[in-house]
């Protein structure tokens, strides 16, 4: 009689012990799924919020300033070989350092909205009309250029440039919905004039 109801607690107490490791189990289970059912809707929705938080002008203003910025970056590397002023070989690299990080910024906006990305390249006919843009034109003369002759060249064309680049960003300041497009236009407004200013003295302008 001892022995059948020693056996019997054991077994009762076996399968106690198995119902509450399943139920432990499942709570586990359970508290994970739902963690990453929460994680992946907190990431969808942030996407959501991002895609949602812009208006067409911001669109617009990625993709004209994309090819803007190129250009002024290809302009400013030819500095390095040609310009004959440490000045300017100085203003062109830190235009290439401050321009080529908001390319890439702007490239993850314009993914992440789902719309079209500018490519880089040579050809800038397409870009033209575009305020402040040189022409095929004269993005030859400038590469022809050296010594003197390049400073004065880059400057006067890289002013205009900036200002181009300022126009653009002032209607994004008063036209955009995206933050933080609003206020990457709201710094190319600040240091391009900055810049115009500097680069007007180096040209003998007041």
Request: with cysteine.
């Amino acid at each position: 009689m001892t022995t059948t109801r020693t056996r019997a607690v054991l077994v009762a107490l076996t399968a106690t012990a198995a119902l509450a490791l399943t139920a432990c189990g499942s709570g586990d289970d359970s508290t994970d799924t739902a963690g990453t059912a929460h994680a992946s809707h907190s990431a969808a929705a942030g996407a959501t919020a991002t895609a949602g938080a812009h208006n067409a002008q911001d669109v617009s203003f990625a993709q004209s300033m994309i090819p803007h910025h190129q250009q002024a970056v290809e302009m400013a590397g030819l500095a390095a070989d040609r310009a004959s002023s440490a000045q300017v070989k100085d203003l062109a690299a830190r235009i290439e350092k401050a321009q080529d990080p908001e390319i890439r910024t702007m490239t993850g906006w314009l993914k992440a909205w789902g719309e079209d990305v500018p490519m880089a390249g040579m050809d800038h006919s397409g870009h033209a009309g575009m305020a402040g843009m040189m022409s095929d034109k004269d993005m030859t003369m400038l590469k022809q250029a050296k010594g003197t002759d390049f400073d004065t060249m880059f400057l006067t064309m890289m002013v205009q440039h900036h200002q181009g680049a300022v126009e653009m960003a002032g209607t994004e300041k008063a036209k955009g919905d995206y933050a933080p497009a609003t206020s990457m236009a709201d710094g190319i407004v600040t240091a391009q004039n900055a810049e115009i200013k500097e680069m007007n003295k180096l040209l003998g302008k007041s």
